[in-house]
Antibody, heavy 117, light 112 residues
């Protein structure tokens, strides 16, 4: 059974950093592209970043380019999102998701990030 | 970025009723290889989203066949043939044809 467990969220001041993790199990992690998607409180879904199975290719939405870094450790079956220079508009629940036969075919339970002074 | 417009924003249905949700794209989702990367997801209250339909009309793993998807180019439809209580939640379309994956704003399905 595919399992994705996010961690690392919390309350952080504007301008500070936070690193999210997504521990994967139940599938061969190194064969799958991975994504981060976020959802601001009471809002819709917003794609954040993607990474290829090897980690050699990464993609970001414009609003996080230069501030967020997606990475992975295939030996640990773990996906990361390093978030720097955080802004209030980054406040959201962050989900990791797989890309198997389709984008976002499996999702984690999400982790909340609150950016506030 | 490609804008996906979903209508209606809210839908109220009785058990057993058939309903449809529209997703219209600001650009064609047909790529140069003839593929259309349009997907549908359901987010039940308090839960993470789940994949329902991939590549316009293919059912996701474990998804009941009362769900169906259709469309082409810029116009797409999700149909539920015989709504059940567990179908309540917010439905999102998503496109992956163009860089910067984008979601529609969602359609909330309520059960009368």
């Amino acid at each position: 059974e595919v399992q994705l467990v996010e961690s690392g969220g919390g309350l952080v001041q504007p301008g500070r950093s936070l690193k999210l993790s997504c521990a994967a199990s139940g599938f061969t992690f190194s064969n799958y592209g991975m994504h981060w998607i976020r959802q601001a409180p009471t809002k819709g879904l917003e794609w954040v970043a993607s990474i290829s199975p090897s980690g050699g290719s990464t993609y970001y939405r414009d609003s996080v380019k230069g501030r967020f870094t997606i990475s992975r450790d295939n030996a640990k079956s773990t996906l990361y999102l390093q978030m720097d220079s955080l802004r209030s508009e980054d406040t959201a629940t962050y989900y990791c998701a797989t890309e198997g036969y389709a984008p976002f075919d499996y999702w984690g339970q999400g982790v909340m990030v609150t950016v506030s002074s | 970025d490609v804008v996906l417009t979903q209508t209606p924003s809210t839908l109220s249905a009785t058990i057993g009723q058939s309903v449809s949700i529209s997703c219209r794209s600001s650009q064609s989702l047909l790529d140069s290889a003839g593929n259309t990367y349009l997907y549908w997801y359901l987010q039940r209250p308090g839960q993470s989203p789940q994949l329902l339909i991939y590549l316009v009309s293919n059912l996701g793993s474990g998804v009941p066949n009362r769900f169906s998807g259709s469309g082409s180019g810029t116009d797409f439809t999700l149909k539920i043939s015989g709504v059940e209580a567990e179908d309540l939640g917010v439905y999102y379309c998503m496109q992956a044809t163009h860089a910067a994956l984008t979601f529609g704003s969602g359609t909330k399905l309520e059960i009368k």
